[in-house]
Nanobody
Framework: QVQLVESGGGLVQAGGSLRLSCAASGRAFSSYAMGWFRQAPGKERELVAVINWSGRTIRYADSMKGRFTISRDNAKNTVYLQMNSLKPEDTAVYYC??????????????????WGQGTQVTVSS
């Protein structure tokens, strides 16, 4: 089992940057595919980015390409989300998620087994 704890959220002006971290505890973090999702008020939880166990395969939702970067450090049991050029529409609670995997990526909420509690990101205009 994996426990996930996000950090790094906060209030930032449009055009600013934040880096979110997701620290994992438990065994074999390096064998988990990881994802970042977000949920704005009144909306469904949506995909932000996913990364495979090694960090070599990454995918982004179209609206995040070029602005967000997902990465992981398996030695530190941590996955990151660097967010640049933030917009007010990026305001949401951001969640990290994990699923045991050999080398696959997963893109939907229901495919993940473990979730963090979320961290609030608010972008002011």
């Amino acid at each position: 089992q994996v426990q996930l704890v996000e950090s790094g959220g906060g209030l930032v002006q449009a055009g600013g940057s934040l880096r979110l971290s997701c620290a994992a505890s438990g065994r074999a973090f390096s064998s988990y595919a990881m994802g970042w999702f977000r949920q704005a008020p009144g909306k469904e939880r949506e995909l932000v980015a996913v990364i495979n166990w090694s960090g070599r395969t990454i995918r982004y939702a179209d609206s995040m390409k070029g602005r967000f970067t997902i990465s992981r450090d398996n030695a530190k049991n941590t996955v990151y989300l660097q967010m640049n050029s933030l917009k007010p529409e990026d305001t949401a609670v951001y969640y990290c998620a994990a699923r045991a995997s050999t080398d696959n990526l997963y893109y939907t909420v229901r495919e993940y087994d473990y979730w963090g509690q979320g961290t609030q990101v608010t972008v002011s205009s």
